[in-house]
Structure formats: structure tokens, C-alpha cells
């Protein structure tokens, strides 16, 4: 009997097993083939038939005649709003909230013009949200863009402790009130009633919009910009060029939010969180590509309103800064889910969010983000300490073996196999973890774009200054060493700016490269000669806080090794040229004595095998020619 498979499968049980996984695989596949996908296909294509059967908000196409903003901001028929952070008006044609403009945030450093979020229809660049109903009965006439409103209550100027209500009666039997409130940052609340004296029940569906002209001008390449939205427990970031191609894209929820966002602001719509709503990203695409139009809708559920009845409706319109303490207050009081999510963190969620919290916390003790920057620094060479510390520790031991490895690789040049057991024997004997440096440089990496894209997409880090002549964090040095820092009379390009703090993150990168064990690949040794070199002109064009962060993390990281490698009596010289190289010779010295002494070692084991080889050849031939002689003495004796 074959006992060989005595402690396995039988090979008629593993071809069977096989047989059956194959199966299962290809049913697996053409069930979800050609079973689930037309279903889901189906159903998506119901609730787009649904969807298109019911009505929604439209954005037509304007052809006005561009005029300048505060000539139509400043006409008659308007309402003036102002609130610790917003301010600006309400037009009472149309009633659309379409001009706003930040009290604390200005388009340029030093400059006295405010950042402008709405601008009305006649204007370059409209942008503008609206509330209303839509009727399914053509007949019944509902508030329009020329509709004209008229105030009921309310002071002169909407304010926080003053809210706004405007009214606009149909002629038949419908009147129509909106009431618009507006908090200390940058929420506006509006709700709207509809009160039926027509006589006879009416179906209306309430919507909110924003609507925009043209594509706005990135103005960076860290964090996403375009139209967004959660629904759900989805997140749709959906790119212009995408709404272009595909003009009408829908998602249902009982939560969620939907806007547009920039690097710094935002724009959105809030519905009640407790109903069903249709969300909607639309366009309206146009030659050339700047008067195409751009909206994001919600439409609720229908409204039936009964003979003498009222339907209700009320949404929240963001429009502002994306701070995310704000943003948090907000969700949860309106219990709007990741209103956060407007800050694009980017997949590295994890490590961005805790590091702008604390870069904002440390900005709220000292007073200044440089110094947060360098205290967010130490805190986080402080996290990767011990790893930092091992890594020292095995490139100071590094330096302490390298003669002998190289008298290994000298001894074992022609026998890889044994060099490398050598080597492992070597290791384990001092203690020596060659990719010990490899692990904390590696984990530097995300650490390093975590910070980046917290400088470069938190609207704290905009226009903050530092000391001397960093006036802001957020943007690239101004100085530059090819005209000595603006002493000479030219202005030098961009791709040229290297500043003081480069050159200073230069220098701690060529010290620090010092106390590292050269490599032993000559063209790894020559890539890491430039490294400093090419890192400082990569990095002179990030953000002036990233150069910073940079240069205190190689700071801290050199008084770290140097501190560990004298602690093990390796000796370190720095500026001290002639120790230096009276250190590298004697070193080159006793690494050529050790190569000598492994070549000889191996010339004396080669030819002590030859003279062995030798010897046994001797012995062989004497064994041999005795045997011949025993076999010839017999022969005679016969």
C-alpha cells in the first residue's frame, strides 16, 4: 500500500478541490454577470426615470451685459446684511443671496480688498444661491427670478439679532414668505411658507441652489476644488471637466450636504437632515468654456398643501472660510454629517487631522504659527524618538565594523553565499541592524506630506506671518540667494528662489550627512553627495512653513547623532578639516592593511591547498606505483 500521502490529500481529493473552486469562480461571476448587474442596472435606471419625472431647479444661460459689481451692488432695491464675519446684500428681485463678501479675509497680503464669494447676474464671474418651489401644475404660478418681493419685517439691515421677512403673493390664492436669518459666522438659515387661500389643495416642491459662471482659477494643486457633496455616507468630489461631460448627475439621501469648494472657501447647501432630498450636480455647458454654467441643487420631497393649509420648508446656506472649528460647530447643531470634509485631508486622514490640531493648538499658547511649526517639530521627532535612536545607534556601529566588513568582502569576494553568512554572523555579533535607518526615514515620508498639506490647505496657515521677513507661512520665500536676499536691483524667477531658511536646511542636511556611514556602492554614494543639493532646490518652492518644518527636524535630528555617536566614542569631525583628514587616512590606512592582510590570508589558504592537493597527488602515485609492484612480484613468482 503507498503511504506517501499518509499525512496529506489524496490527488484525486486535490484535483477535485480544484475542479471545485474553478466552478465556484465562473458561477460567481456570471451570477454577478448576468444576474446582479441588470438588476442594478435597472434599478438605477427606475430611479432616474423617477427622478426625471418629478421637477427641479434649472440653470438657464444669461446674456447680460457684463457690468462692474459695485455699480449693480449698490442700486436700489436691495438689502443690506452684515454679520461679524459676512457682509454685503439681498436683492428683493428674485430674492437670491448673490453678494457676499468676507469682513476678515482680503485677496493679498497687505491689501484692503475683501475676498468676494457672490456676485449678482450682470456681473463678470455671477455667483449666487436661491431658495424656491417648483410646481408639477404649470398653472400655478410660483416665485421666479424676476419676482419681486416685498419686506414685511425686519430692521433695515439683517444682522444676527435681526432677521429678515420677505413675502410675494401669486394672485391666486398663494402667498409665498421667506424668512432669512444669519448667525455670527457664516450661516445663513431660510425658511420658507407657503400659505394656500387658492381654494383647492396644491403639490410644491421646495428646492435650494447655487449657482455659478465659469471655471474659478485654481489656485492649487494640494487639496481638491470643484463641486462636492455627502450624501448618505458618501463623499462626491466631481470635477468641472467631469459636470461638463456629463451635465446631470444625481444622489438621494436623508443627509447630507452640497456645494462648491475652493482651497479656502466654501459654498454649500444644508437641507433639514430629517427628510429625504434629491441631490444634484448640473451644468450647462457653453463655447467658450467661461460661460458655462455650474449648479448644485437639493430638492425635497413634495410638499401637499391642503385647502387652507400651509407647507413649510427650511435649509441652511453656508458660504465662507473652511475653518474647521467652525465646520465642527456647525455639524452638530444642525447634525449635518462631515461638513469636515470640505477640508480635504487627502488619504492621509489620520496623520493630517491630529497634526492640524495641534498646530492650531500650539498657535493658540504662543501666538505665532512659525513657532507652532517648530513646536509641532519637536513634537513630532519626540513620537519617532526611539526609532530615530536605533537608527543612530546602528549607523555609529556601522562605522565601527566597516573594516571588517571589508576584509569580508575581500575573503569571500568569489563565494557570495558565505560572505553573506559572514556578514549575518557579523551583525548579530555587534549587534548591527544595517536597515535599522531605513524604517525611520521611510516613516518621515508621510509625516513630512502630512504637514505639507496641512500648511498648504488650513485658511489659518493663510497670510500668517513668522519673524524677519516671513510675512506668510503659506507661500514661498521670498528671498533669494542669487540677488543677495534683495540687496542687488533684479528680481529673480521663481524656479531660482532659494532663500536664508533653504540654505539653512542645506547646511544641517550636509552636517548631518557627515555622521552617516558613506555607502559602499560608488553610484549610491554619488547620489547621496547630491541629495542635499537637489532636496533644497525641490523644496524652495513649498511653502515657506514646510522649509521651516524641515530645517528644525534636520536640526534636531543632528544633535541627536552627533550626541548618541559620541556617547560610543565614535569620533566625529565637522569643521575640524586637518583631524579629519588625518582620521580618514589612517582610516584608509587600516582598511588597506586589512585588505592586505585578507588578501595574503587568502594567497597563504591558496596555496596551502595547493601544496595539500600536491601532497595527496604524491600520496596517490606512491599508493599506485607500490600496487604495481606487488602485481609484478607476483607475476614473477608464478
Known sequence: MNDNNQNGMHPQDIRNLIIFLACAIVLWFGFDHFVMKPKVE??????????????????????????????????????????????????????????VQLKNY?????????????SPLGTANPYYAENGWIADDASIAVPSKTSVWKKVSGEEELTPKSPLILQWDNGA?????????????????????????????????PYSSITRKGIPHHSSTVGYEGPIGYVGEDLHEIKYAKLIKEPNQSFEGTNGWIGFGEKYWMSSVIPEQTAKHTYRFTSVPAEPEEQT???????????????????????????????????????????????????????LYFLTRPMYFFLTLFNSWVGNFGIAIILLTCLVRLAVFPLANASYKSFAKMKVVAPRMAELRVKYANDKPKLQQELIKLYETERVNPMAGCFPLLLQIPI??????????????????????????????????FNLFGLLPFEVPGVLHIGPWSIAMLILMLLQ?????????????????????????????????????????????????????????????????????????????????????AK???????????????????????????????DSKKTEDK
Open 600 to 630: 595574503a590570508e587568502k594567497e597563504y589558504l591558496k596555496h596551502k591547498v595547493i601544496d595539500v592537493e600536491e601532497a595527496l597527488f604524491d600520496a596517490e602515485d606512491r599508493l599506485l606505483d607500490a600496487a604495481e609492484g606487488k
Open 173 to 205: 390664492g398663494l402667498v409665498f414668505e421667506r424668512r432669512i436669518e444669519i448667525d455670527d459666522n457664516f450661516m445663513f438659515t431660510v425658511t420658507q411658507k407657503v400659505t394656500n387661500a387658492s381654494g383647492k389643495a396644491v403639490t410644491l416642491y
Open 42 to 99: 435597472a434599478a438605477r435606471q427606475q430611479a432616474a426615470i423617477a427622478a426625471a419625472a418629478k421637477p427641479a431647479p434649472t440653470a438657464t444661460a444669461e446674456t447680460n451685459v457684463v457690468r462692474p459689481r459695485f455699480e449693480i451692488v449698490s442700486e436700489e432695491g436691495r438689502v443690506k446684511f452684515s454679520s461679524p464675519q459676512i457682509e454685503g446684500t439681498i436683492s428683493l428681485t428674485g430674492a437670491r443671496i448673490d453678494d
Open 448 to 481: 513630512f506630506f502630512a504637514v505639507y498639506k496641512v500648511i498648504s490647505i488650513a485658511i489659518e496657515m493663510r497670510h500668517a506671518p513668522f519673524f524677519g521677513w516671513i510675512k506668510d507661512l503659506s507661500e514661498q520665500d521670498p528671498l533669494s540667494v
Open 106 to 118: 482680503f485677496t493679498t497680503l497687505n491689501g484692503n480688498e475683501p475676498v468676494t464669494m457672490y
Open 513 to 597: 550627512q557627515k555622521l552617516n556611514p558613506p555607502p559602499t556602492d560608488a553610484i549610491q554614494k554619488d547620489m547621496m553627495r547630491f541629495m542635499p543639493w537637489v532636496m533644497t532646490f525641490v523644496l524652495s518652492k513649498f511653502p515657506s512653513g514646510l522649509v521651516i518644518y524641515w530645517t528644525f527636524s534636520n536640526l534636531i535630528s543632528f544633535i541627536q547623532q552627533y550626541a548618541i555617536m559620541k556617547k560610543m566614542g565614535v569620533p566625529v569631525y565637522l569643521f575640524e578639516k586637518d583631524e579629519a583628514l588625518a582620521h580618514a587616512a589612517s582610516h584608509k590606512t587600516a582598511l588597506e592593511d586589512v585588505v592586505t592582510k
Open 293 to 347: 454654467l455650474f449648479q448644485v441643487d437639493i430638492r425635497g420631497e413634495a410638499v401637499n398643501i391642503g385647502k387652507d393649509g400651509i407647507g413649510e420648508d427650511k435649509a441652511h446656506i453656508f458660504v465662507g472660510a473652511k475653518k474647521i472649528d467652525i465646520l465642527d460647530t456647525y455639524e452638530s447643531k444642525i447634525g449635518v454629517k462631515h461638513l469636515d470634509l470640505a477640508v480635504d485631508f487627502g488619504i
